[in-house]
C-alpha cells in the first residue's frame, strides 16, 4: 500500500510572499506525483504533477520538487496571492494503478 | 465541454434507505474512481475501475458499491450498510498514465 502524510495541516502566509507546502510518502515503488488545489465545496483541481525520472518541474508560479531519497515531495508557490487560498493536496500513485491522497495543507493568504 | 457531472449536488438519506450518486464523464476516460472526504481529511479511495465491467474495492469499499456497465458511468450505491454515510463524495476519472480529473462532488447527510 502507500500513506501519504502532510507536514502541517495549516499555513499562513502573507500576500506577495513565497509559500511551500510539503508532502510525504511511503512507498519507493510510486512513480507519479500531483498536487492538486480545492476550495470550499468543490472538487480537486489539478495544478502540476511529476513523474519520478524528474527531480522538479515548474509551471506558472508554481514549482514541484521531488526528493526520491526521503520519499519527499514539496510544492512552491511564488507570490501567493488572495486566490491561492485554498486546501491543497497531494497525491502518489504506483504504475496509475490508484491514487493514495495526504489529508491536506489548508492555506491562508493575509493581505 | 468535456469533464464530469456528478449528481445531485445534494442528497438526503433516511437512515436504512439505499440511495444511488451518479458519476458521468464524456472524457473518454478509460479508469473512474470514487472518493469520499469527511471535515479535515483526505480523499479516501471507495472503489475504482480500470475499464468497462471491471471494478476493484478500494480501502473503505464496505457499505458501498459500484457498477460499471458503460465507459462514460460509473454511479456509486450508498447502502443501509455503510453505518456513518455522512460526507462529501468525489468522483473522478483518469486516462493511462495521467492525472485524475474530479466532479464538483456529491454532499450526503443522514437525516
Known amino acids: 500500500g502507500e500513506s501519504v502524510g502532510l507536514h502541517l495541516p495549516t499555513l499562513s502566509v502573507q500576500e506577495g510572499d513565497n509559500s511551500i507546502i510539503n508532502c510525504a510518502y511511503s512507498n519507493s515503488a510510486s512513480d507519479y506525483f500531483i498536487w492538486y488545489k480545492q476550495e470550499s465545496g468543490k472538487g480537486p483541481q489539478f495544478i502540476i504533477d511529476?513523474?519520478?525520472?524528474?527531480d522538479k518541474r515548474q509551471g506558472q508560479r508554481v514549482t514541484v520538487l521531488l526528493n526520491k531519497t526521503v520519499k519527499h515531495l514539496s510544492l512552491q508557490i511564488a507570490a501567493t496571492q488572495p486566490g491561492d487560498s485554498a486546501v491543497y493536496f497531494c497525491a502518489v500513485s504506483n504504475n496509475f494503478n490508484k491514487f493514495y491522497f495526504g489529508s491536506g495543507t489548508k492555506l491562508n493568504v493575509k493581505p | 465541454d468535456g469533464g464530469i457531472t456528478q449528481s445531485p449536488k445534494y442528497l438526503f438519506r433516511k437512515e436504512g434507505q439505499n440511495v444511488t450518486l451518479s458519476c458521468e464523464q464524456n472524457?473518454?476516460?478509460?479508469?473512474m474512481y470514487w472518493y469520499r472526504q469527511d471535515p479535515g481529511q483526505g480523499l479516501r479511495l471507495i472503489y475504482y475501475s480500470q475499464i468497462v465491467n471491471d471494478f476493484q474495492k478500494g480501502d473503505i469499499a464496505e457499505g458501498y458499491s459500484v457498477s460499471r456497465e458503460k465507459k462514460e458511468s460509473f454511479p456509486l450505491t450508498v447502502t443501509s450498510a455503510q453505518k456513518n454515510p455522512t460526507a462529501f463524495y468525489l468522483c473522478a476519472s483518469s486516462q493511462a498514465r495521467a492525472e485524475a480529473f474530479f466532479g464538483q462532488g456529491t454532499r450526503l447527510t443522514v437525516v
Open positions: 472524457l473518454n476516460h478509460d479508469a
Open positions: 511529476i513523474r519520478s525520472n524528474m
